[in-house]
């Protein structure tokens, strides 16, 4: 696996591999409606290449170097609050997951979290994901949790999780 810096021509690569993961990940969780909506607002190529201007936020691919395949992507936000780094984005496509994929990308972000000089990395997760098992399994803890206006009378019904990279 490697991570690849994602620039403004990754955008349609993004909005495909968000797509085809979130239609596997939140297919019992959201109604196809709420999935559209927050799909074509969270990622559009104006909210994404916003994001990519923002030079505290950044954009990996995760890539097979195996298959020389993008599997997923990791979005992320240094300086969120005092000492922190956001997980924005993580996201595999189906037949990635289980591959260690995703605990290799959330390694990275744990360096590049330090090398950022924060040391606490925070994320939201839906209550009902199966992702938050993962989180766990990863040494991330449940510190909050919140209902979320996303707009179009939705709401998002979160964990708010965190974890301490001790140095």
Do not use: C
């Not at 839906?126 to 939705?154: H, L, P």
């Amino acid at each position: 696996m490697k991570l690849i810096k994602a620039t403004e021509k990754d955008i349609p690569l993004i909005q495909d591999l968000a797509r085809r993961s979130w239609e596997n990940a939140y297919a019992e969780i959201l109604s196809e409606e709420q999935m559209d909506y927050m799909l074509s607002t969270m990622y559009s190529a104006d909210e994404i290449s916003n994001h990519l201007k923002n030079p505290k936020y950044h954009y990996y691919l995760i890539l097979d170097e195996v298959n020389d395949s993008p599997e997923g992507f990791v979005g992320y936000e240094h300086g969120y609050e005092n000492q922190t780094t956001k997980l924005h984005r993580i996201y595999l496509v189906p037949e990635s997951k289980g591959k260690g994929f995703g605990k290799e990308a959330l390694v990275f972000l744990a360096g590049k979290t330090l090398e950022n000089g924060d040391n606490r990395i925070i994320l939201n997760v839906n209550k009902f994901n199966a992702a938050r098992k993962f989180y766990e399994s990863q040494g991330y803890k449940i510190y909050d949790e919140g209902v979320f206006d996303i707009g179009n009378n939705f709401v998002m019904d979160d964990y708010l999780m965190e974890f301490i990279i001790h140095k």
